[in-house]
């Protein structure tokens, strides 16, 4: 059974300083590997993915995410956050066939301080 | 969360009433879920539809019911409200080759 988990319940960081979250998945092949961003009082919005080839991958906002086979990670990072960065971010894997079903992680809560 | 939506926004129950939570895409898209989303939990799913006519439970189904009519519609059905099921709720839908989820701006369901 695939799974995800985000080891950081909530990380605080200063605006401008660098940002790394943490996700560790588990799954028998080659996974697809998604960061969500949530806002408060909104819906999940989908930051980046992962499905094969290059494993750094680029997002939207200026994010970036690392798949580490040998690792079975996959770690969001930015170099410099800003305060609207404040969000819950999760982690997630899904696989290619059949009855598509995500796993996603129970998330990291980003504090940003000015 | 463009291409999905859902209604209505806010809801309070009274333990034992029902009500029903609609969702609905404009994407034409086969794949569709229902989440809740509680504090420190993340997201567990309730039910998803792979394509019209067709339903599936997920990891917590109990107390709850679905129907997916139509390609665009997918609704989520409380037959008899509890306070266990104060939750904030989430549709969503996947597209794309690497079926990449978009979601709903969520019901906030409040139980009493």
């Known amino acids: 059974a695939q799974s995800v988990t985000q080891p950081d319940i909530h990380i605080t960081v200063s605006e401008g300083a660098s940002l790394e979250l943490r996700c560790n998945y588990s799954?028998?092949?080659?996974?697809?590997l998604f960061w969500y961003v949530q806002s408060p009082g909104q819906g999940l919005q989908l930051l980046l993915k992962y499905f094969s080839g290059d494993t750094l991958v680029q997002g939207i906002k200026g994010f970036e995410a690392e798949f580490k086979r040998s690792q079975s990670s996959f770690n969001l990072r930015k170099p410099s956050v800003h305060w609207s960065d404040a969000a819950e971010y999760f982690c997630?894997?899904?696989?290619?066939?059949?009855?598509?079903?995500?796993?996603f992680g129970r998330g990291t809560s980003l504090i940003v301080h000015p | 969360n463009a291409g999905v939506t859902q209604t209505p926004k806010f809801q309070v129950l009274k333990t034992g009433q029902s009500m029903t939570l609609q969702c609905a895409q404009d994407?034409?898209?086969?794949?569709m879920y229902w989440y809740r989303q509680d504090p420190g939990m993340g997201l567990r799913l309730i039910y998803y539809?792979?394509?019209?006519?067709?339903?599936d439970k997920g990891e917590v189904p109990n107390g709850y019911n679905v129907s997916r009519l139509n390609k665009r519609e997918f609704s989520l059905r409380l037959e008899s409200a509890a306070p266990s099921q104060t939750s904030v709720y989430f549709c969503?839908?996947?597209?794309?080759?690497?079926?990449?989820?978009?979601f709903g701006p969520g019901t906030r369901l409040t139980v009493t």
């Open positions: 799954y028998g092949a080659t996974p697809y």
């Open positions: 997630a894997v899904g696989s290619s066939g059949g009855s598509y079903i995500p796993t």
């Open positions: 994407m034409n898209h086969n794949s």
């Open positions: 539809s792979a394509s019209e006519g067709t339903t």
């Open positions: 969503a839908m996947a597209a794309g080759p690497h079926h990449e989820q978009y």
